[in-house]
């Protein structure tokens, strides 16, 4: 079994920083990427950053020069740095593992983390 355990969350100003933490435990034999996405109150599910395992990434529009995205790929672990965080950055965060191969199986699945909320308010 494949789990991802997110840390970080929380609220903050504007203008304020936050890092999230997410780390994937288990049988895991490789992942090809990991990133975050998040999903704010009646709107869909979009993607923030990804990071593949050969160091590539790719950001939102809405993020990109304010956020950061970094990972250990030994210890499975993926970080959002995240500054000049705006009101509009309120959502629930969700860490993802895709193309995750683990030793009982060699099939590629994803997973995802329970999702933490990141509040930005004054």
């Known amino acids: 079994q494949v789990q991802l355990v997110e840390s970080g969350g929380g609220l903050v100003q504007p203008g304020g920083s936050l890092r999230l933490s997410c780390a994937a435990s288990?049988?895991?034999?490789?992942?090809?990427?990991m990133g975050w996405y998040r999903q704010a109150p009646g709107k869909q599910r979009e993607l923030v950053a990804t990071?593949?395992?050969?160091?590539?990434?790719n950001y939102a529009d809405s993020v990109k020069g304010r956020f950061a995205i970094s990972k250990y790929n030994a210890k499975n672990t993926v970080y959002l740095q995240m500054n000049s965080l705006k009101p509009e950055d309120t959502a629930v965060y969700y860490c993802n593992a895709d193309k995750v191969i683990t030793i009982k199986s060699m099939l590629e699945r994803d997973y995802w983390g329970q999702g933490t909320q990141v509040t930005v308010s004054s």
């Open positions: 288990g049988t895991i034999f490789s992942i090809y990427a």
């Open positions: 990071i593949t395992d050969s160091g590539s990434t």
